[in-house]
């Protein structure tokens, strides 16, 4: 059975300052891995998303993630991150017709 | 642009209420899905559906029913409801039947209060 892993609950960082946002996963078959981030009180808005091909994702808003299949990780990168950028980050990886998601991690960001 | 929407933002209750909430999606998607979103716990599933008529129970449907009776419309039904279904409920929508790859696309949720 798949699964997820968001070490990290809240993640404290100043603005213009890098970010990693770190999550694990765990799969016995080929996975496709997804980054969702939600905005106070919104749903939830697709980052990125890795199916195959290169292991460096982009996505929306500066931000990309790199798949690492040795180390069972797709963790979320920005090199400068803003104030705007303060919102909940939810990892996923693809189940049999469904996402399995991660709890989470708050990036919250600071002048 | 995909549009799902959830027919209420906020939504207040009395425990023993019998509940609904719904979702419309605009672009035609098989998959539809509701999710309950708590503080710690991320996001748990309750209920998919992958075609009109058709339903599958998520991790935690105990308490919870569905509806699908058009392709754009799913809705969520709780019975009898209870002051431990206070929650963020999401709605959600993928294209194609089966089909592991594709995002799926959220509404902006309903903030649901049991008292």
């Known amino acids: 059975a798949q699964s997820v892993t968001q070490l990290d609950s809240q993640v404290p960082v100043f603005e213009e300052a890098p970010v990693e946002l770190r999550c694990n996963y765990s799969?016995?078959?080929?996975?496709?891995l997804f980054w969702y981030v939600q905005y106070p009180n919104q749903g939830l808005q697709l980052l990125l998303k890795?199916?195959?091909?290169?292991?460096l994702v982009k996505g929306i808003n500066g931000f990309e993630a790199e798949f690492n299949k040795s180390q069972t990780s797709f963790h979320l990168r920005k090199p400068s991150v803003h104030i705007s950028d303060t919102a909940e980050y939810f990892c996923a990886v693809s189940g049999t017709n469904k996402l399995i998601f991660g709890t989470g991690t708050l990036l919250a960001v600071q002048p | 642009d995909v549009k799902v929407t959830q027919s209420s933002r906020y939504l207040v209750k009395r425990t023993g209420e019998k509940v609904f909430l719904e979702c419309v999606q605009d672009m035609d998607h098989e998959n539809m899905f509701w999710y309950r979103q708590d503080p710690g716990l991320g996001l748990r599933l309750i209920y998919f559906s992958y075609d009109v008529k058709m339903k599958e129970k998520g991790d935690i449907p105990e308490g919870y029913s569905v509806s699908r009776e058009k392709k754009e419309r799913f809705s969520l039904i709780l019975e009898s409801a209870s002051t431990n279904q206070t929650s963020m409920y999401l709605c959600?929508?993928?294209?194609?039947?089966?089909?592991?790859?594709?995002?799926?696309?959220f509404g902006d949720g309903t903030r649901l209060s049991i008292l």
């Open positions: 959600a929508s993928s294209l194609g039947r089966r089909d592991s790859g594709q995002p799926q696309h």
């Open positions: 890795y199916l195959s091909g290169s292991t």
């Open positions: 799969s016995s078959v080929s996975v496709y």
